[in-house]
């Protein structure tokens, strides 16, 4: 019960956040114009929102939600670990580039998360990024971040465009 | 087909690893890009700007002009400001060029997003493009006299279609209203095509719009050229008179430019400028531009460095004096 | 009777033994392009154009047929099996579709949509071979204030999609219209909810970001949660019996599929709509009309037939302004645009009379693809059900990693990686307190259209609100929406009614 009234508070949170952007817009009727304005749409919105959120947190507990609304304890730690772990490879993207970041979080959520065996890990954290590469950029021509690595694809590039 | 892959393969793998182990890379007298060059498309996709990139696009691998692809990208959000500043972002970059139209110089002026178009490497104007004043062919309207005339009894309701306050044909539709002292209610669209479509539908009264974005419509008798904002008339439309024959002097262009980051290194400007004027001489882009009422009229380097500063000052006075 | 000699023609040359196999590999192509979340027929198309100035011409339109209608089928394969949507025109096919797949159907989800895929694009281009002259006045007279209405129709065919919590439902839509208003506000042009002017939020949020991240990453995580350490194994199999038992089982779903192909080909040929509201709206309206409601959600096969036929029609009905008018409905269609520029066709009202040659080969293309599409689908059918038998940590692996390249595909943007997370991990913590996510991207996806529509409106018609029902088509539609909007009220009476009227009879049970 307590997380859905976190959640709802950090959507009151949110709302707020959206509607003192979207003043700065005109939030009114415009006559001249005629019709709202540019700033209306996102703010009443999110006035909606707020006001629904509120009474989201202070109505009274309804008994079939009371049970639902829980985390899994045991399952907390994996979840984070997750969590982080994709975080981490998307931060990673930009400078160590695409093909080290991706190979890294599947050899971890292979290997050290889901206990798997070495060959297994290690074929799928190898032919990943080799199907990747064909797939995305040899046949559509979409070109994934590289980072540093960038110079070691240009013998790549050369002989596949 | 299957040999020749894993044949590219092993190549490239065996060159990988050639590279890898610290093997000197033959250094090339002239430059060439070394990685598939990114186009950035300051439109989203669909729209006037964004088919004119893709036609230089294909045009440049058709006839090979490039040994790597070219890529385009679209980034269009906040009329062009996203794609300025992702390219004052690639500042020293080999590999990005992008396409402009006129929001290269109006989104800076319009709002302060960190941008000064003086520091960006221009590399082509490969042509302007052309305003017309189109009504559906179905209204009364002839001339320049009976457009104003009507404007004025519809009294501020006439529904004037566009791509956006801020737009090109939203400054050239001001300039009308200064000159003849009238008013039209500016109804925004999403791309020229939509606007051209709801003329012919009859949900708007009039635009000044692309002939390219017309030109099906015109070609089908749907929507009728009332005046053109040219020094001189275009050679598709010669019965179309100039505003400026008329007495009344509005001319307005719409450049279509390639500009390249900030301190690009000189020998790949050269590549693409290279590239540009060899795709400016092109017999598909000649027969586009002329079909289409493009001026054709190649600008490189410091001339159209100057070109874009000069325009970027008249546009500052064009939208301190409607805003 | 020309149009029938064109048309033979056209077949004549897509039947020969070069296109037909150019027609099998792209449909291949086009089918997986579609089934990778975040790619769709936008990007086959992309690629394969440059290709069509080598080949010679007509090839090349089959080829793009094929890829397109390929694409389409895909988009459904993606939806079902991961239950991210592949494209703004599968999301509805997921609200089905996923749990089919998690109830161990997943076989049975993807012969429905294989073949309301075909039902769908078989009957659209049937409208489209007989009416596309016609058919083009009527896109014609679609003004703002008729897309308006036809939007405000899509989404009342939804009331009641989200379930009990009639708060987190209005929550949900709230929030999705008000992200549907980041970036630049177009009547005004000024930027507006750029929050902190980071460059990433000036072309707005688009409608995979949220969708991968939500369906693709959100589900991940949950299911992460819910499936302890011990992974949940989907009980996918398919076998020859099931596949002609499912064939079987779409017989009877002949309604629901020729409702949603004429509502998905007429949809889809208005410029402005295209094939995501077509789906959606079939599939509110199959929900309304079943007699299976309540089941829908759950895993109800017309809720796969529903969205599957019209987004098919309508990839075929978007094709109609395209050629007629000139004007691009989706990307794809804009990419199609530029490549018929590029082959020395102008496309717009004099395409027919001057190239009826090019309009019927690509039309009879279109057939011919058709019929590949299914054949090749069922085909892989058993390949795509197999792939949902691997371990569960290394099927989630292989997802996150589609949902972060798939992500940053269409716009090669990292800032909208960063979304996805943000909406993966904001998505999961929404799921755990039971908002409903589907009001979420439907708000995000029919928002932008909503709003421009409504303003440009009253800014044409100086402010006038009455300007939506003083003309004909949008009163039409308006009154239709008040009338889905009402229905269910009136339903709910209506049985509550008779149920108080047979108190001590038994109840009707609802399953």
């Known amino acids: ?161 | 087909m299957y040999n020749k892959l894993t044949k590219k393969i092993a190549v490239a793998a065996i060159s990988t690893a050639a590279l890898l182990a610290g093997a000197a890379q033959a250094v090339a007298g002239d430059w060439k890009p070394q990685k598939p060059v990114e186009l950035v498309i300051m439109a989203g996709q669909g729209g006037g700007a964004d088919r004119i990139a893709r036609l230089f696009q294909s045009i440049i691998q058709k006839e090979n002009l490039s040994n790597m692809p070219i890529l385009p990208v679209n980034k269009g959000g906040g009329s062009g400001a996203e794609a300025l500043r992702y390219l004052k972002d690639k500042e020293g970059d080999a590999h990005v060029i992008m396409a402009t139209l006129n929001s290269y110089y109006t989104t800076p002026l319009r709002t302060d997003i960190g941008v000064d178009i003086e520091e960006f490497t221009p590399l082509a104007r490969m042509a302007m493009d052309t305003f017309v004043l189109w009504v559906n062919a179905d209204s009364d309207i002839q001339t320049l006299d009976d457009y104003v005339a009507a404007v004025k009894a519809a009294g501020g309701s006439w529904k004037m279609g566009g791509t956006g306050t801020g737009q090109e044909d939203s400054l050239v539709t001001a300039m009308l209203e200064k000159e003849f002292g009238i008013q039209h209610t500016y109804v925004p669209f999403k791309g020229g095509g939509t606007v051209a479509k709801n003329l012919v539908g009859n949900h708007i009264n009039a635009t000044v719009n692309n002939p390219a974005e017309q030109m099906g419509f015109w070609q089908a008798g749907k929507v009728r050229p009332i005046v053109a904002f040219t020094p001189e008339r275009l050679a598709v439309f010669p019965d179309v008179p100039t505003a400026r024959e008329l007495g009344h002097d509005i001319v307005y262009w719409m450049q279509r430019s390639f500009v390249a980051p900030k301190d690009m290194p000189a020998d790949a400007v050269a590549y693409y400028t290279d590239m540009l004027e060899q795709l400016g001489a092109t017999p598909e882009w000649q027969e586009y531009a002329s079909g289409k009422a493009l001026v054709a009229d190649m600008l490189t380097g410091d001339a159209l460095q100057n070109y874009f500063l000069n325009e970027r000052s008249k546009h500052a006075e064009i939208l301190a004096s409607i805003e | ?511």
């Open chain 3, 1 to 511: 009777m020309e149009v029938l000699s064109l048309l033979a023609d056209g077949f004549a040359t897509s039947l020969s033994p070069f296109n037909l196999f150019i027609v099998i590999i792209g449909v291949t192509a086009g089918l997986f392009i579609g089934a990778m979340p975040g790619l769709g027929s936008v990007n086959g198309v992309a690629i394969v154009l440059p290709l069509t100035f080598i080949v010679p011409p007509s090839s090349a339109i089959i080829l793009l047929a094929a890829i397109y209608y390929g694409a389409m089928y895909g988009g459904a394969v993606s939806s079902i099996l991961l239950g991210i949507p592949g494209a703004s025109t599968a999301v509805a096919t997921t609200f089905d579709g996923r749990p089919m797949a998690q109830k161990g159907q997943a076989g049975l989800a993807l012969i429905a949509a294989a073949v309301a895929s075909f039902v769908g694009g078989t009957i659209s281009v049937v409208l489209f071979t007989l009416f596309a002259a016609p058919l083009a006045d009527i896109a014609l007279s679609f003004g703002p204030a008729e897309e308006f209405a036809l939007v405000l129709l899509a989404f009342t065919t939804f009331v009641g999609l989200g379930g009990d919590d009639s708060l987190k439902t209005i929550i949900m839509i709230c929030l999705g219209l008000a992200l549907s208003t980041v970036g630049l506000d177009l009547i005004s042009g000024q930027p507006r909810l750029i929050f902190g002017d980071m460059p990433g939020f000036y072309s707005g949020i688009s409608f995979l970001v949220l969708a991968i991240g939500t369906y693709g990453l959100g589900e991940i995580l949950y299911t992460i949660e819910t499936s302890k350490t011990a992974p949940k194994v989907t009980n996918a199999r398919i076998t020859f019996a099931e596949l002609g038992a499912g064939l079987k089982r779409m017989n009877s779903l002949w309604k629901t599929m020729s409702l949603g192909s004429f509502l998905g080909f007429f949809v889809g040929m208005l410029p402005a709509a295209g094939a995501t509201p077509a789906a959606l709206m079939s599939y509110g309206i199959a929900k309304q009309t079943s007699k299976t409601s309540d089941t829908f959600g759950k895993g109800n096969i017309e809720g796969v037939a529903a969205p599957e036929t019209a987004n098919n029609a309508a990839s075929t009905g978007s094709l109609l302004p395209m050629l007629t008018l000139g004007i691009p409905g989706s990307p794809t269609t804009a990419l199609l645009l530029g490549g018929m520029v590029m082959w020395g066709l102008v496309p717009g009202p004099m395409l027919f009379i001057e190239q009826p040659d090019f309009v019927w080969g690509l039309i009879s293309s279109l057939y011919t693809a058709n019929f590949a599409a299914v054949a090749v689908n069922i085909a892989l059918i058993p390949v795509f059900v197999w792939a949902l038998r691997m371990p569960f940590t290394v099927l989630c692996a292989l997802v996150v990693v589609l949902c972060i390249v798939g992500g940053f595909a269409p716009s090669q943007k990292m800032h909208d990686v960063w979304l996805i997370f943000a909406f993966g991990v904001g998505g999961y913590l929404l799921r755990k307190a039971d908002y409903p996510l589907a009001p979420l991207v439907l708000a995000l996806v029919l928002g932008p259209l909503m709003e421009k529509s409504f303003r440009q409106t009253l800014i044409a018609e100086q402010g006038n609100i009455l300007a939506f029902v003083e003309r004909p088509l949008s009163a039409t539609f308006i009154g239709l929406a008040i009338l889905f909007f009402v229905m269910p009220f009136v339903v709910a009476f209506i049985t509550g009614a008779k149920e108080r009227l047979h108190v001590p009879s038994k109840r009707p049970k609802i399953n």
């Open chain 1, 1 to 161: 019960m307590l997380l859905d009234k976190v959640i709802a508070g950090a959507l009151v949170l949110l709302s707020a956040y959206m509607m003192s952007h979207a003043i700065l817009l005109p939030i009114g009727w415009n006559g001249e114009t005629g019709g709202p304005g540019g700033g209306a749409f996102p703010f009443w919105c999110s006035l909606i929102i707020l006001i629904c959120a509120v009474f989201v947190i202070f109505r009274p507990a309804r008994s079939y939600e009371a049970d639902q609304f829980t985390f899994d304890r045991e399952m907390m730690g994996p979840l984070i670990q997750v969590i982080v772990a994709i975080a981490v490879t998307i931060a990673l993207i930009p400078t160590a580039g695409a093909y080290v970041a991706i190979p890294l979080f599947l050899f971890w959520y292979l290997k050290i998360y889901g206990k798997h065996s070495w060959t297994l890990a290690l074929s799928i954290t190898m032919l990943t990024p080799i199907a990747v590469f064909f797939f995305f950029e040899a046949t559509l021509k979409i070109l994934l971040p590289k980072g540093i690595t960038e110079p070691f694809f240009f013998p790549l590039y050369a002989m596949f465009f």
